[in-house]
Protein backbone atom coordinates (compact mmCIF):
# COMPACT_ATOMS: atom_id res chain seq x y z
CA UNK A 1 0.00 0.00 0.00
CA UNK A 2 1.09 3.40 -0.69
CA UNK A 3 0.06 6.20 0.54
CA UNK A 4 0.81 9.64 -1.30
CA UNK A 5 2.46 12.21 0.82
CA UNK A 6 2.78 15.78 0.64
CA UNK A 7 5.89 17.51 0.82
CA UNK A 8 4.79 20.02 3.73
CA UNK A 9 3.21 17.24 6.03
CA UNK A 10 5.28 14.78 8.65
CA UNK A 11 6.23 11.13 7.60
CA UNK A 12 5.21 8.29 9.85
CA UNK A 13 6.99 5.01 9.49
CA UNK A 14 5.43 1.68 10.56
CA UNK A 15 9.21 -0.25 10.90
CA UNK A 16 6.87 -3.85 11.56
CA UNK A 17 4.59 -3.19 8.21
CA UNK A 18 7.22 -1.15 6.42
CA UNK A 19 4.74 1.37 5.41
CA UNK A 20 5.18 5.55 5.01
CA UNK A 21 2.16 7.51 5.94
CA UNK A 22 1.79 11.38 6.33
CA UNK A 23 0.41 12.68 9.45
CA UNK A 24 -1.90 15.79 8.93
CA UNK A 25 -1.50 18.60 11.15
CA UNK A 26 -3.30 17.99 14.23
CA UNK A 27 -3.51 14.45 13.37
CA UNK A 28 -2.04 11.78 16.31
CA UNK A 29 -0.05 9.13 14.54
CA UNK A 30 -3.04 6.85 15.48
CA UNK A 31 -5.57 8.61 13.57
CA UNK A 32 -2.96 8.92 10.63
CA UNK A 33 -2.69 5.28 10.35
CA UNK A 34 -6.56 4.61 10.25
CA UNK A 35 -7.02 7.28 7.86
CA UNK A 36 -4.55 5.08 5.46
CA UNK A 37 -6.67 2.14 6.43
CA UNK A 38 -4.61 0.80 9.06
CA UNK A 39 -5.60 -0.17 12.45
CA UNK A 40 -3.30 -0.22 15.06
CA UNK A 41 -3.57 -1.67 18.52
CA UNK A 42 -5.58 0.85 20.61
CA UNK A 43 -8.03 0.93 23.03
CA UNK A 44 -9.15 4.85 24.81
CA UNK A 45 -7.81 6.74 22.77
CA UNK A 46 -6.95 9.32 24.96
CA UNK A 47 -3.52 8.19 26.38
CA UNK A 48 -4.26 6.39 29.34
CA UNK A 49 -5.27 2.17 28.97
CA UNK A 50 -1.46 1.94 27.06
CA UNK A 51 -2.81 -0.50 24.56
CA UNK A 52 -1.19 1.41 21.66
CA UNK A 53 1.89 1.83 23.74
CA UNK A 54 4.98 0.83 21.28
CA UNK A 55 8.83 2.01 20.89
CA UNK A 56 9.67 5.06 18.95
CA UNK A 57 12.56 3.55 16.76
CA UNK A 58 13.33 7.20 15.23
CA UNK A 59 12.63 10.45 15.50
CA UNK A 60 11.49 11.18 19.19
CA UNK A 61 12.34 14.60 19.64
CA UNK A 62 9.76 15.71 16.60
CA UNK A 63 6.86 14.19 19.09
CA UNK A 64 4.63 16.38 21.14
CA UNK A 65 1.33 15.30 23.26
CA UNK A 66 -2.30 16.57 22.98
CA UNK A 67 -1.86 15.85 26.84
CA UNK A 68 0.20 16.62 29.88
CA UNK A 69 1.06 13.70 31.11
CA UNK A 70 0.69 10.47 28.86
CA UNK A 71 0.11 7.31 30.62
CA UNK A 72 3.69 6.58 30.23
CA UNK A 73 5.33 5.38 33.64
CA UNK A 74 7.91 7.47 34.82
CA UNK A 75 10.68 4.87 34.03
CA UNK A 76 9.83 4.87 30.50
CA UNK A 77 9.84 8.54 30.43
CA UNK A 78 13.22 8.69 32.10
CA UNK A 79 14.41 5.68 29.14
CA UNK A 80 12.90 7.48 26.62
CA UNK A 81 11.85 5.53 23.24
CA UNK A 82 8.50 4.88 24.15
CA UNK A 83 5.27 6.71 22.90
CA UNK A 84 1.02 6.51 22.99
CA UNK A 85 -0.05 7.03 19.32
CA UNK A 86 -2.89 8.13 19.92
CA UNK A 87 -1.85 11.22 21.79
CA UNK A 88 1.39 11.92 19.73
CA UNK A 89 1.42 14.47 17.26
CA UNK A 90 4.00 14.33 14.92
CA UNK A 91 6.12 17.69 14.61
CA UNK A 92 8.52 16.16 11.98
CA UNK A 93 9.09 12.58 11.01
CA UNK A 94 8.94 9.51 13.24
CA UNK A 95 9.32 6.11 12.99
CA UNK A 96 7.12 3.39 15.79
CA UNK A 97 7.37 -0.32 15.75
CA UNK A 98 3.71 -0.38 16.65
CA UNK A 99 1.71 -3.39 16.15
CA UNK A 100 -1.95 -4.03 14.58
CA UNK A 101 -5.43 -4.55 16.23
CA UNK A 102 -5.53 -8.00 16.38
CA UNK A 103 -9.29 -7.70 15.81
CA UNK A 104 -8.81 -6.56 12.18
CA UNK A 105 -5.36 -7.99 11.58
CA UNK A 106 -5.51 -10.89 8.50
CA UNK A 107 -5.38 -14.14 9.43
Request: proline share 10%.
Amino acid sequence: MTTPIPPSEPVLTLTRLGLRLPVAPGQSLLEAARAAGIRLRSSCRNGTCRACLCRVTAGEANLRYRIDWPGLSPEERAEGGWTLPCVALAEGDVAIDATLDPRTAPR
